[in-house]
T-cell receptor, first 109, second 113 residues
Framework: SQQGEEDPQALSIQEGENATMNCSYK?????LQWYRQNSGRGLVHLIL?????REKHSGRLRVTLDTSKKSSSLLITASRAADTASYFC?????????FGKGNQVVVIP | EAQVTQNPRYLITVTGKKLTVTCSQN?????MSWYRQDPGLGLRQIYY???????DKGDVPEGYKVSRKEKRNFPLILESPSPNQTSLYFC????????????FGNGTRLTVT
């Protein structure tokens, strides 16, 4: 399916450490997007990487995309307590974005 | 301020009583979509609309209806709600379908008893 699958599903780290999340998908895509959700609120877009891109940066975020392995990773560097949230990947294609189940990240102050 | 507005924020209703959740965006986006979020299942797409008068089923359309008569509005209609439709619902919009970032509303928490 187009749906992304995040791994690990839960992650607990100390403030200042880096957090890495992975996403796998099964179909061809035009792009892959990452979103953050705080406590049941609406998702907030973090970064979009196109299928012809391999790496993209935005502030403390670094996203990679390997279309041959159908996988992506999101790295949050120097994590802060405010980064505590659920993170979702969403492979995009065929006019649809299909979200995974999410990855719960807890940053301990 | 650019935003997607959903109403109501919370809704408790009984089985079989028709309800409508409204969604409005002020960004002139062509693409709008409804998702439901359930524990352990993530976000699943219910319906989406590429433009006015154009709607398509998502992954879980059963029991829902939508309409897109104006570009800014995309209401979600439950003709006969059932308890398995108890969920957190999100409306979202974007300029270019799956090729640009989605803007989400704050969600509607629906309980059907």
């Amino acid at each position: 399916s187009q749906q992304g699958e995040e791994d690990p599903q839960a992650l607990s780290i100390q403030e200042g450490e880096n957090a890495t999340m992975n996403c796998s998908y099964k179909t061809s895509i035009n792009n892959l997007q990452w979103y953050r959700q705080n406590s049941g609120r609406g998702l907030v877009h973090l970064i979009l990487i196109r299928s012809n891109e391999r790496e993209k940066h935005s502030g403390r975020l670094r996203v990679t995309l390997d279309t041959s392995k159908k996988s992506s990773s999101l790295l949050i560097t120097a994590s802060r307590a405010a980064d505590t949230a659920s993170y979702f990947c969403a492979p995009g294609g065929n006019n649809r974005l299909a979200f995974g189940k999410g990855n719960q990240v807890v940053v301990i102050p | 301020e650019a935003q997607v507005t959903q109403n109501p924020r919370y809704l408790i209703t009984v089985t079989g009583k028709k309800l409508t959740v409204t969604c409005s965006q002020n960004m002139n986006h062509e693409y709008m979509s409804w998702y439901r979020q359930d524990p352990g299942l993530g976000l699943r797409q219910i319906y989406y609309s590429m433009n006015v008068e154009v709607t398509d089923k998502g992954d879980v359309p059963e029991g829902y209806k939508v309409s897109r008569k104006e570009k800014r509005n995309f209401p979600l209609i439950l003709e006969s709600p059932s308890p398995n439709q108890t969920s957190l619902y999100f409306c979202a919009s974007t300029l270019q379908g799956a090729n640009s970032p989605l803007h989400f509303g704050n969600g509607t928490r629906l309980t059907v008893t």
